[in-house]
């Protein structure tokens, strides 16, 4: 593929496109909420579309604006995806999330359980809008035998984040808060209990993947990109005070979310595609991560 837009392109994911093929836009600029908009630069003759733009936060953002996280989230991505058909785009990746699983199921989480029974409360907006797409692209597949998909990433962290402590990813606020506790000598505050375990997925890792699904993966259902590796989030706090040289007091706040417990997920069917691929540890990650961030704080998103 010679011409790839990619939406969301300033964003965690979106920038993670290296290369002269890939045309990244962000809200800005097109403003995908809106169908004209979206259709103006759909219609550009792309050979393919990855559409990572949506409106995202943590547990936080996701309790706090339900509306704008339904609304704008169900917007876009309606817009896009009949916007790719209406251009006659032949490829095209969805990002959804793995909070669109149901909060009461069997773990691990399959490709095939979306839909068994309601999202967590702390996101069910954004969990919701996010389930349309999968259905709209389901639709279209069946319909117009168009080659759409979708992926579900798990917790994805990296370079360029959004690292608002209110709203933002519990990666993200964490190295924030972290760094203004080391600079002005305050405790370090986490929110609840740290005994939730995720799984984080580097942002790099999730952008190669992403170009393979792109060119490769031909499936109904969607497909998950994770380690499947499980982490607690007193164990991330651990590795962001040590990376972070942070000698301070560490306090937990309890009247803090925390969220759902665990959502672990099975990764065999892109490991079975690509069994080779080697995912960056995640110490590795933050490293980096947190390295960017002090060398760029004054024009990070914060
Ligand atoms: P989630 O995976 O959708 O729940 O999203 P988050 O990235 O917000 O992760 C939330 C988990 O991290 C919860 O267990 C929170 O209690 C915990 N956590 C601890 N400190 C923070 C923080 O400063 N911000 C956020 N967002 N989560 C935090």
Not at 71 to 89: F, G, H, K, L, P
Not at 110 to 119: D, V
């Amino acid at each position: 593929m010679d011409r790839v837009l990619v939406t969301g392109g300033n964003g965690l994911v979106g920038s993670q496109f290296i290369g002269e093929k890939y045309h990244k836009i962000g809200s800005k600029k097109y403003d995908l909420i809106n169908p004209i908009a979206s259709y103006s630069i759909i219609k550009r003759e792309w050979d393919g579309v990855i559409h990572t733009a949506a409106k995202v936060g943590g547990v936080g953002g996701n309790m706090n604006h339900k509306g704008e996280f339904f609304y704008q989230n169900i917007m876009m991505n309606t817009n896009v995806i009949e916007s790719c058909r209406q251009a006659d785009v032949k490829n095209l990746v969805v990002f959804l999330s793995t909070c669109v699983f149901p909060n009461d199921v069997e773990y691990p989480l399959t490709e095939k359980k979306i839909h068994l029974g309601p999202p967590h409360f702390s996101n069910d907006a954004y969990a919701y809008a996010k389930r349309m797409a999968d259905i709209q692209i389901r639709s279209y597949r069946e319909q117009y035998g168009l080659n759409y998909k979708s992926v579900i990433p798990t917790n994805i962290y990296g370079i360029n984040d959004n690292f608002d402590i209110e709203n933002g990813h519990v990666i993200p606020s964490l190295i924030h808060k972290c760094f203004i506790a080391r600079e002005t000598k305050t405790p370090l505050t986490i929110w609840g209990s740290g005994k939730p375990l995720r799984e984080f997925i580097y942002n790099k890792d999730v952008a190669k993947l992403t170009e393979w699904v792109l060119e490769n993966y031909n499936e109904d259902e969607p497909i998950i990109l994770s380690t499947s590796e499980e982490i607690s989030i007193k164990d991330v706090v651990g590795m962001i005070v040590e990376l972070m040289n942070f000698k301070g007091e560490v306090k937990w706040d309890t009247d803090k979310p925390d969220g759902q417990f665990r959502k672990p997920s099975d990764n065999s069917k892109i490991k079975n595609y690509l069994p080779d691929f080697k995912f960056t540890p995640l110490y590795d990650g933050l490293k980096e991560t947190i390295e960017w961030f002090e060398s760029n704080y004054e024009n990070i998103r914060k």
